[in-house]
């Protein structure tokens, strides 16, 4: 981090058997409303996991508290074996790539600006920061000669693309994805997927995101996560939720997503 101190050597060090994210028993409230209850996860270093579920079920919620963007209301979160504290949270969130629906690029930034926000910000050279541009558009296939443009500028696909360049320019250990292709047309869906997937293997990040689409989490997951009312209720492979659903919920949530997908090859 450039000379920056790292606040978690400071911390005990995670054992062996620690995971890059884990959280116990963990639960967030908004006044009234319960957004998680009691959630347990734990994603070993280089593991995909999918949080998928109806809209509301916190799935988001939780992704954002591995970001440090939101607090538990109780429980733990911890970020490679370090509880996540207000101390350490700007260190871990330049560990994190975090990529949301749609993007949210700054309309006023060109695609480099965008890029290259958290580099910038933490003070690397103009030398570091173009190697390191160069690197990320070649990994998200996005065009150098595009660098210039805005986001209105670029289409919807490259402008995801670039979001994944920001979420990469800092090489983080985690990669948080919130629906990143969900806002996107079925055709550049399809292939931003495989382009993704292809990412995510070769570079090996521990990597939890978010969906609505069953089909989309079983061609990301090495674990899928099924979420009802800010509970965990089911994880597994797609197999387990076709062949040996947990409860009635998760059995009429395939049932539901089987249906979808039907109707869309029509």
Known sequence: MDGAADPLAQTASPGPTAHMIQANALSKCFGRITALDGVTLACPAGSTHVLIGPSGCGKSTLLRMVAGLEWPTSGRIAFDGNPITRANVQYIRHRTGYVIQAGGLFPHLSARGNATLAARYLGWDKKRVDARLEEVSQLARFPM???????????????????????????????????????????????????????????????????????????????????????????????????????????????AQRHLHMEGRE
């Open 145 to 255: 000669n595009r660098l210039t443009s805005k986001p209105s500028e670029l289409s919807g696909g490259q402008q995801q693309r670039v979001s994944i360049m920001r979420a990469l320019m800092l090489n983080p250990d985690v990669l948080l994805l919130d629906e990143p292709l969900g806002a996107l047309d079925p055709m550049i869906r399809a292939e931003l997927q495989h382009e993704l997937k292809d990412l995510i293997g070769r570079l090996g990040k521990t990597v939890l995101l978010v969906t609505h689409d069953l089909a989309e989490a079983a061609w990301f997951g090495d674990v899928i996560h099924l979420m009802q009312q800010g509970r965990i209720v089911q994880s597994g492979a797609l197999g387990d939720f076709a062949q040996r659903p947990g409860n009635t919920f998760v059995e009429q949530f395939v049932r």
